[in-house]
């Protein structure tokens, strides 16, 4: 199937014109809420002003990125059962980051994941460390939205030239550096509560279409996909299951999936938009409902797709498996739903990249250069924000180049990359900073660093960089990791280096750890720390 036959029918004038409404509308709300943005807290933590439903809107709106919306439909489409673990694995995390971390994170740090950490430890050296983490999930995480920008721009505009897509992907990193700058963390809030509503009645909308032409027939959908992609899509194994190596495979991206939400930073930092660790665990009880609604509606989407346009025509789509869903709106509703879609889908982007260059770039400022290289002593407040926002710039600058390199990748997979940096460089330092009295600035430094760079260094090596004709660089092939996920090595790793250096160094601080348990557990103290 050519370009042409891929997105026959479609408009792009129509295209365009939603999703510049979009942006018009988001932007008027953005610039409304900066009006209100004039301290370190309204800009990292809008204020602190948002309750527990809302916040859990945004949080869905920050998590449901690119990756849930076209990466996992596709996944679906094309791999059947095993497209549908992206959704298992995504959604189960939040029991970990629910139980483990929400309300001891609200009410032990103030705006950043580097406060935690550093809370009983050298403030100095565990700050630069996490702000290191910090830009390296964000960057992996910017990878996968960038990438899914330029697959879906060539698939709605016809635009099939690496020139053309790359151009796009810039004009989405230059609006979502203008919805950070203006807006900060409140006006990236509401961009993001505004797009989770979208997404979910869109996605909703969708699934009620697709069951009506079967029916309301589950098992005729099925079918229907069967006779399109054969029976393997029903059967677990399809992706997974055919080498041992495979399975090991899985294995890895399912530890990587549940355990990698706990530790990303942009999602870390939602907790500090609310008032009360109260508020902050409705925040989750929120997100759990609305994220787990939305991945049952994925079910439908993926299926769907594969039963009504066929793994052969979304492997031929510009943006292969990640054109699934704009294709099965194109089927179901004509041009008018593929630009609604389409503009959901961009949206999504634009809401999942603010948030995160918010995140990387609240990380530098406050906790390298207030804290790092000023030493916590930082004379004008406003200079934090002003070097916060530098910051935003040159992220946005860099997640463009990195998304065209990353562009035509599976979007689901680059953020599985994300998610195991995630759990390996994150994770278990927070799990041993908030649960283990014995751990220290060693153990901490070990495990950010040493999960980091294991991490980064079996991606580099892995199939997916080189080495096959799907990988980032098809015609290199230094290949010397078998594994695509890292996971089930790096995250291990990481939590064996964190003990290994807390019991090669005799620094220990009982009292401290005590005073961080007192607050993680009760809340004591916490809402001292959050003043400004």
């Known amino acids: 199937m050519t370009l042409a036959q891929a997105v026959e029918g479609s408009s792009p004038a129509l295209n365009i014109s939603i999703f510049a409404a979009f942006v018009v509308i988001t932007l008027v709300v953005v610039f409304r809420a900066s009006k209100n943005t004039r301290t370190a807290a309204d800009y990292y933590a809008a204020g602190r002003a948002f309750t527990g439903p809302q916040n859990g809107i945004a949080i869905s709106g920050d998590y449901l990125s690119a990756a849930s919306f076209l990466g996992i439909a596709g996944a679906i489409a094309l791999n059947g059962y095993d497209g549908f673990l992206y959704s298992i694995g995504f959604l189960v995390a939040w029991l970990v980051a629910l139980l483990l971390v929400a309300e001891l994170l609200r009410n032990t740090g103030k705006y950043t994941m580097g406060d935690v950490l550093a809370f009983r430890m050298r403030q100095r050296p565990v700050r630069a460390a996490a702000a290191v983490s910090t830009l390296a999930v964000s960057f992996f995480y910017l990878l996968a939205q960038m990438a899914g920008a330029g697959g879906l721009v060539a698939l709605l505009l016809g635009i099939n030239n690496p020139v ?143 039963a009504l346009v066929g793994p052969e025509a979304i492997n031929a789509a510009p943006g292969k498996a990640n054109s699934a869903a704009p294709l099965l709106a194109q089927v179901l509703g004509g041009p008018v739903l593929l630009g609604f879609i389409a503009a959901v889908a961009f949206a999504t982007i634009l809401a999942v990249v603010a948030g995160l260059t918010i995140t990387a770039s609240a990380s530098f400022a406050h906790d390298v250069y207030a804290n790092v290289i000023k030493k916590g002593e930082v004379d004008d407040k406003d200079q934090e924000v002003r070097v916060a926002r530098i910051t935003a710039l040159v992220i946005g600058a860099v997640a463009i180049v990195g998304g065209i390199v990353a562009n035509g990748q599976n979007i689901a997979f680059l953020v599985a990359l994300a998610f195991a940096v995630a759990a390996s460089a994150n994770l278990p330092t927070i799990l041993y900073s908030l649960f283990w009295k014995r751990f220290n600035t060693s153990g901490a430094l070990w495990s950010i660093y040493g999960g980091l760079a294991v991490c980064i260094l079996l991606i580099v090596f892995s199939p997916a960089v080189s080495g096959n004709s799907s990988a980032m660089f098809p015609d290199a092939d230094f290949d010397l990791f078998p594994l695509a996920n890292p996971g089930i090595v790096s995250i291990p790793v990481s939590f064996f280096l964190g003990w290994l250096g807390t019991v090669l160094s005799k620094e220990r601080n009982d009292a401290k750890y005590a005073e961080m348990e007192v607050r993680a557990l009760t809340g004591v103290g916490a809402e001292k720390a959050t003043q400004h």
């Open 164 to 306: 053309g897509q790359a151009a796009v992907i810039a004009v989405v990193g230059v609006i979502m550096i203008v919805y950070v700058l203006v807006g900060g963390m409140k006006g990236t809030t509401w961009v993001q509560i505004i797009k989770a509503a979208l997404l979910i009645v869109g996605a909703a909308g969708i699934t009620v279409w697709v069951l009506a032409r079967f029916g309301f027939n589950l098992s005729a959908m099925l079918g229907g996909a069967v006779d399109k992609g054969g029976a393997a899509v029903l059967d677990p194994g399809k992706q997974y299951g055919k080498t041992g190596l495979t399975q090991l495979d899985f294995v890895s991206l399912a530890l990587a999936l549940v355990l990698g939400t706990a530790g990303l930073p942009h999602i870390l930092m939602r907790f500090y938009t609310v008032p009360t660790a109260k508020e902050a665990r409705r925040s989750v009880v929120w997100a759990i409902w609305l994220i787990g609604i939305f991945y049952l509606f994925t079910l439908v989407l993926g299926y769907g797709a594969g």
